[in-house]
């Protein structure tokens, strides 16, 4: 069964940095796409940024020009920058991995902005 641990969450001040970390149970070039959700309070589950295994990427909105993805085959690992948070990046962050239309997510990661 296919695996994501994520880490690197926590609580930071408005305009700080984080990084966050997944890392997949098996190959990561196994899957067609990897990248990270977030839910916020409510019923919606937001896009954050996707990373393909030819490297091409995508982001929501909100996080244009903040966030960055990348990815270590090496270490099955993917990446996500956060700078420049603002208190509306507050959510739970969900790594993701996708086969096909068979998607595994993680467990989920708190990060919290506010002063």
């Known amino acids: 069964q296919v695996q994501l641990v994520e880490s690197g969450g926590g609580l930071v001040q408005p305009g700080g940095s984080l990084r966050l970390s997944c890392r997949t149970s098996i190959n990561i070039l196994e899957f067609n796409d990897v990248g990270w959700y977030r839910q916020a309070p409510g019923p919606e589950r937001e896009l954050v940024a996707t990373?393909?295994?030819?490297?091409?990427?995508n982001y929501g909105d909100s996080v244009k020009g903040r966030f960055t993805i990348s990815r270590d085959n090496a270490k099955n690992t993917v990446y996500l920058q956060m700078n420049s948070l603002k208190p509306e990046d507050t959510a739970i962050y969900y790594c993701?991995?996708?086969?096909?239309?068979?998607?595994?997510w993680g467990q989920g990661t708190q990060v919290t902005v506010s002063s």
């Open positions: 993701n991995a996708r086969i096909l239309r068979r998607h595994t």
């Open positions: 990373i393909n295994v030819g490297e091409k990427t």
